[in-house]
Structure formats: structure tokens, C-alpha cells
């Protein structure tokens, strides 16, 4: 591969053990309108025959990675990433899907932005494969400087939305790898500090939801979560109605995952910045934990054990 010519786009896909899905955003990735490209696949120990999936596809654009033990999600992506030739980096999630024309129109974004802008990102339709529906869709709404809107929370639909210019990851540095969840968040957190947003306002991503995700995995969200506040914590600061949302969801996450003092501690540290949040906090001890509690169905979430 060192022989052929740089790709105008290097595209990174994470995977651990689901071959029949990898295949699909493969497919979805060699189908792009935008043929000069590389594909890393960066397979984080499958045991799921996942490497012969990958040569079975014989499409010299690929090369593929494998760790010799699960690092994580973050991990497999800085590995992408240092694999990458190109000046731009996609991702794609292994359970996710592209339109034909999403690079394409993506690229062609970027020939008529300054060299300010460092992420294009692209709206999405969030998916339920179980039911097979559309559940909502995603349009871009925030560009240029969007670094006080990300400290609220991300604003992209999922790493499989952008395109991301690599010289990013040389100025911030590549993705936490401590980071349980929230990876995403932080990343973009950052980059927003030094460059601009923009995005091409149609959908081109489908984010597949099947149950899976780390959003049905407390294990995971709380000690993530937790990590990204304290990491960004003299920053939220700055914000205090910011910091004070971060803080209370913290403290309702530990409430449903059934870590009680945990949750009261992070109650305790909204109010501290702003002691008319006990009553909203009180309100929703009263009114909403039971009702999310008692009659969601939370039988499918890995809870988190302190």
C-alpha cells in the first residue's frame, strides 16, 4: 500500500466481534462516490473470524490492524489514526452505515473553507434495528466557534458523522484512552479550542441502534462521564450553569444505577455552586426518579459497581 498514491481521505473503523455488521459499513465505505481513499481497519482482538471477512473483500484500499488484546475503543482509534496517509480522517463505527456521497460532499466542503475550520460533520438518522424505524434524524445546526456550545455536551450525532483534518490530532493529541465513554466529547472539545466547525446540512450517516451500545452500559457512562468532568472541570467552571448540569447528571445517573451516596455527593456539588438546584434536585428525587426507575426498562443496562 506504501507504493500507491496518498488517499484523499483515510477512513478508520473500529470493530471487536461483529463481523456481520463490519461487513455491512465496509461495504458502505467502498460504495463512497470519493474512490481515493484508504480503509484501516482496526480490529480490537475479534474472535469472530473478522480478519478473513476483511481479506475476503480483496479491495487493496484496505489494510488491516489487529490488536493482540482488546484496548479499547479509544485505543483502536489512535492506532487508526497513526496508520492514516491522508490529510483527512473519517470514522466509522463498525455498527454504522455512510451515504454514497458523504466524503464527497464532505471533501468538497472543505476546498471552500479557510483552513480555520478543522472538523465538517454531517446530519444523521438514528436507527432501531430491532423495530426497524427511523427514530429521530440529526441536522447540523452549529458552525464556526463552537467551543462554548460543546462544553454543554456534543452536538454531533456520533464519530461516524465528521471528517476531520488530520493536522488536529498533532496540535490536541489523539483520543483519551482513560475515557470510558464521552471519547467523542472530549475530542471535539478540544479541537474546538484551537479550530472551527462547519458541516453539510444532509444526512449521511445512519447510526444503527440494537442495544448494544455503550448508552446501555453504566459501567462504562458513569466512570467516563466522571472522568470528563473532572478532567474539564476549571473549564465547566467558568459556566456555572454549564457545570451545574454536568454535576446533577452525574448525581441522577448514580440515583438509577443504585449508587445512592455516590449520586447525593454529586447533588451535594451542584448546590454548592448554585443552592436553588436542591429544589429542582429534590423535585425530580420525588417526581421523576421513580417513574424512570419502576417503569423504564432498564433490564438491559450494565450497571456500574463502585
Not at 133 to 151: I, M
Request: glycine share 4%; aromatic share 10%; net charge positive.
Amino acid at each position: 500500500m506504501m507504493n500507491t498514491p496518498i488517499p484523499i481521505v483515510s477512513v478508520v473503523v473500529t470493530t471487536y466481534n461483529r463481523r456481520e455488521k463490519l461487513e455491512r459499513a465496509l461495504k458502505s465505505v467502498l460504495t463512497q462516490t470519493l474512490k481515493e481513499l484508504e480503509v484501516i481497519v482496526v480490529d480490537n482482538a475479534s474472535v469472530d473470524h473478522t480478519q478473513e471477512l476483511v481479506e475476503g473483500l480483496k479491495d487493496d484500499r484496505i489494510k488491516y490492524i489487529r490488536h493482540a488484546t482488546n484496548k479499547g475503543g479509544p485505543a483502536a482509534r489512535n492506532t487508526g489514526i497513526k496508520a492514516a496517509r491522508a490529510s483527512l480522517i473519517a470514522f466509522l463505527d463498525d455498527d454504522d452505515q455512510w451515504q454514497p456521497e458523504k466524503l464527497e460532499l464532505q471533501v468538497n466542503k472543505f476546498k471552500d473553507l479557510s483552513l480555520s475550520v478543522g472538523v465538517v460533520y454531517v446530519g444523521a438518522e438514528i436507527f432501531d434495528e430491532l423495530k426497524q424505524k427511523v427514530l429521530k434524524t440529526n441536522l447540523p445546526q452549529w458552525r464556526g466557534h463552537v467551543y462554548q456550545r460543546l462544553l454543554l455536551g456534543t452536538m454531533l450525532s456520533s464519530v461516524s458523522s465528521v471528517l476531520v483534518r488530520a493536522e488536529c490530532f498533532q496540535k490536541v493529541g489523539l483520543f483519551d484512552e482513560d475515557l470510558t465513554s464521552c471519547q467523542d466529547w472530549d475530542m471535539w472539545l478540544r479541537i474546538s479550542k484551537q479550530y472551527e466547525f462547519d458541516y453539510v446540512n444532509e444526512v449521511l450517516a445512519r447510526i444503527n441502534m440494537h442495544g448494544k451500545q455503550i448508552s446501555t452500559n453504566f459501567a462504562a457512562m458513569i466512570p467516563g462521564r466522571t472522568r470528563m468532568v473532572v478532567k474539564h472541570q476549571q473549564e465547566f467552571a467558568k459556566f456555572p450553569a454549564i457545570y451545574v448540569i454536568h454535576l446533577k447528571r452525574l448525581g441522577k445517573m448514580h440515583c438509577i444505577n443504585g449508587t445512592w451516596r455516590l449520586g447525593i455527593e454529586w447533588f451535594m456539588k451542584a448546590i454548592k455552586v448554585n443552592r436553588f438546584e436542591a429544589f429542582k434536585i429534590v423535585a425530580w428525587c420525588v417526581l421523576e426518579l421513580p417513574v424512570v426507575k419502576f417503569t423504564s426498562n432498564l433490564k438491559g443496562f450494565k450497571r456500574y459497581e463502585n
